[in-house]
C-alpha cells in the first residue's frame, strides 16, 4: 500500500476525541508487561479511552496529547469493553463521500526509537465482513519518506502485520500474522523490534517474524496517527474498535 502523503484539506478538531467519557480510569503502570519475554521498556505512549472527561489522555505520563483528524463527518464513538471502553472508527464504506477519521499526536523524540529496541500496539475487535484491503491501526512515519513504523490489518483474511522502513531508506520490511483477528473478538497486537528481528504478537503469542538489519533506524518528523494515515480517501481507514493502544522503547 502506498504511504505517499497527499495534498488535501483536514479538518482538525483541537478538542480531544470528545465529551462523550465519564469520569477517569486507571493509570497504566510505566513499564511494559506481556506474556513473552523481553527487556524491560518505558511506556512512553499510552491510551485506555476509559472514561475520561473531556477526552482520552496519554496515561503515560509524557502528555502526547491527541487531536481529531476528520473529513465527511468522520467521528469515533465509545464502545463497552471490560470495565472500561474502547473507539468505534466508521464502518465499512466505499466512494469519495464516506467518513475519515484519525487520531492523532504531534512527533516527538521520545517516540522515534532509532535503532534501539521498541515495541508498539493496540487491542483491537474487528469483523470479518469489515476487513479491506488494508486499515492502519497505529503508524508514524512514510514509507515514501523513508523512516516509518506501523501496525496494519491486512486484507480480507484481517492478518495483522508489523512495518519497518529505516530513516532514508525505501525497503520495507513487513512480518505478517498466520492467524486472523477479524473474527468478532478482542485481540492484544504487539509489534516489537529488537536487534535483528521484527515480530508480531497475537493475544501473546509470536504469529510472524521477518529479519531486519542491525542499523535500521527509525526516525521521521510525522506525527503518530491512529487509525489511518489521515481523513484523505485512500487513508486505510480502520473499520473496527481499537483500545489500549500504547508505545514503549528501552
Not at 470528545?18 to 527487556?39: D, I, K
Request: hydrophobic residues 40%; proline residues 4%.
Amino acid at each position: 500500500m502506498g504511504d505517499s502523503r497527499r495534498a488535501i484539506r483536514y479538518v482538525v478538531a483541537a478538542a480531544a476525541v470528545g465529551t462523550a467519557f465519564a469520569t477517569a480510569g486507571a493509570a497504566f503502570a510505566t513499564t511494559t508487561s506481556t506474556a513473552t519475554t523481553g527487556a524491560p521498556q518505558t511506556v512512553a505512549l499510552r491510551y485506555s479511552f476509559d472514561a475520561v472527561t473531556g477526552g482520552p489522555v496519554d496515561e503515560s505520563g509524557f502528555a502526547h496529547a491527541l487531536s481529531t483528524v476528520s473529513s465527511n463527518g468522520g467521528t469515533v464513538q465509545p464502545i463497552a469493553h471490560g470495565t472500561g471502553h474502547g473507539l468505534q472508527f466508521p464502518a465499512r464504506c466505499s466512494g469519495a463521500s464516506c467518513p475519515k477519521v484519525v487520531l492523532q499526536t504531534a512527533s516527538a523524540d521520545d517516540l522515534n526509537p532509532g535503532k534501539t529496541p521498541f515495541r508498539y500496539g493496540a487491542t483491537v475487535l474487528l469483523a470479518h465482513d469489515q476487513t479491506s484491503a488494508g486499515e492502519n491501526v497505529l503508524q508514524k512515519g512514510y514509507s515514501a519518506a523513508g523512516g516509518q513504523y506501523k501496525l496494519q490489518i491486512d486484507g480480507t483474511a484481517g492478518r495483522p502485520s508489523c512495518v519497518l522502513v529505516g530513516t532514508g531508506k525505501t525497503r520495507i520490511h513487513l512480518a505478517r500474522s498466520a492467524v486472523t483477528v477479524a473474527d468478532g473478538a478482542w485481540h492484544a497486537v504487539e509489534c516489537r523490534r529488537e536487534a535483528t528481528a521484527l515480530t508480531v504478537f497475537v493475544d501473546g503469542v509470536p504469529q510472524g517474524t521477518a529479519r531486519i538489519p542491525t542499523d535500521l533506524s527509525v526516525h521521521n518528523t510525522a506525527p503518530l496517527s491512529i487509525g489511518g494515515k489521515g481523513a484523505y480517501r485512500d487513508n486505510d481507514q480502520f473499520q473496527g474498535a481499537l483500545d489500549d493502544v500504547w508505545y514503549s522503547k528501552a
